[in-house]
Nanobody, 123 residues
Framework: QVQLAESGGGLVQAGGSLRLSCVAS????????MAWFRQAPGKEREFVAV????????KSTDSVKGRFTISRDNAKNTVYLQMNSLEPEDTAVYYC????????????????WGQGTQVTVSS
């Protein structure tokens, strides 16, 4: 069973950048597709991006395309979310999640979750 721990959140001004990291332990990292989700105050958790086990293919939600990039380093058991051109609407708790198969975007599709990291974008 894999355990996930996110880091890298913080307070940033609109237009700024942050890079989130999620370190996995307790499992074979390269056997999991990895995803990022986010949950804004008063809203449901939503899909942000997902990457295949080998890192060769990614998928992201339309609202972050061209601004956010998901990547992974299997040697470091880590998945990243590079966030550029941040907007106040990106303010949320960001979670990483894992499952064996690639391409799933539903919250209930993922059994393994981190504790989340807060991202706040000021206007």
């Amino acid at each position: 069973q894999v355990q996930l721990a996110e880091s890298g959140g913080g307070l940033v001004q609109a237009g700024g950048s942050l890079r989130l990291s999620c370190v996995a332990s307790g499992g074979t990292f390269s056997s999991y597709a990895m995803a990022w989700f986010r949950q804004a105050p008063g809203k449901e958790r939503e899909f942000v991006a997902v990457i295949t086990r080998g890192g060769g293919t990614t998928k992201s939600t339309d609202s972050v395309k061209g601004r956010f990039t998901i990547s992974r380093d299997n040697a470091k058991n880590t998945v990243y979310l590079q966030m550029n051109s941040l907007e106040p609407e990106d303010t949320a708790v960001y979670y990483c999640a894992a499952r064996s198969e690639f391409g799933y975007t539903g919250v209930t599709d993922y059994a393994y979750w981190g504790q989340g990291t807060q991202v706040t974008v000021s206007s």
